[in-house]
């Protein structure tokens, strides 16, 4: 397999066998979260230690270490993106799989299994993107929309739209669903890399808040924000959120 290839595969397998798990009906609320994440993260770590052995890994289950720092090619992998809304069965959760190379987000693969009959998005095989919509949508979080994204969302006479996990988020953007996803709310690696590669394959602008690049496989894996937009309103939105930085 191709690296997209294997990315591609194992957010699928992953994402089956969490609806595996979540299905038994063995578990529930954060026990049911804890299980997917546990087994699914088993599962990715297994395969890509031993499909790719010579490369670096980096995923929210498994105890970091500062092996993957000095390799140019490194594995990010959130096993259960929305664990909330994975055990609540909703369909805005996400597995992400995604290969950073000197650390930019170089293939990514989304897998959203809650959609009813599942989609693995990827950036090996971009999908057409729908045309955007005259009023701008900004994808914000359900509980804790970002002051900026609302500032902006204003700002650009744009409506928000409430929605799960960053990837969820993300792949809203690139499915037609909405413009803009801006996020300054704070994450990590793994929340972001898998949908940035997907972004940026189908034409997407991606970024900092700042319009500085995104950069994976740092010592700190904490990443404050995030841009993820239609291309024409990246400027628009940059210049936004400059101006209230400003002002």
Not at 84 to 98: I, K, L, P, T
Not at 118 to 137: F, H, K, Q, Y
Not at 161 to 188: C, D, N, T, W
Request: charged share 25%; glycine share 8%.
């Amino acid at each position: 397999m191709s690296d997209a290839e294997l990315a591609a595969h194992l957010a699928f397998c992953a994402g089956k066998i969490l609806l595996e798990v979540r299905d038994s009906a063995m578990f529930e609320g954060k026990s049911l979260g804890k299980a997917g994440d546990q087994t699914a993260n088993q599962f990715l770590v297994h395969a890509l230690r031993q499909q790719r052995p010579d490369d670096g890994l980096l995923s929210e289950e498994s105890k970091d270490t500062d092996e993957r720092l000095s390799k140019s090619r490194v594995w990010i992998v959130d096993p259960v993106d929305g664990t909330r809304e994975y055990g609540e069965a909703r369909s805005d959760w996400a597995v992400h799989v995604a290969l950073a190379i000197d650390g930019a987000p170089a293939i990514g693969a989304v897998a959203l299994p809650g959609l009813d009959g599942g989609m693995v998005l990827r950036s090996d095989a971009p999908i057409t993107v729908p045309a955007a919509n005259e009023v701008p949508r900004l994808v914000v979080s359900r509980t804790r929309p970002a002051a900026e994204a609302v500032a902006v969302a204003d700002a650009l006479g744009g409506e928000l739209v409430p929605m799960g996990s960053a990837g969820a988020k993300a792949m809203a953007v690139v499915r037609g669903e909405a413009e803009i996803y801006l996020h300054s709310g704070g994450q990590f690696e793994w929340d972001s890399c898998a949908p940035a590669a997907v972004a940026a394959a189908h034409g997407l602008h991606i970024s900092r808040i700042d319009g500085s690049p995104l950069v994976y496989n740092q010592r700190d894996t904490y990443m404050p924000d995030l841009l993820i937009c239609r291309p024409e309103w990246a400027e628009p939105v940059l210049a936004q959120v400059k101006a209230m930085a400003s002002a």
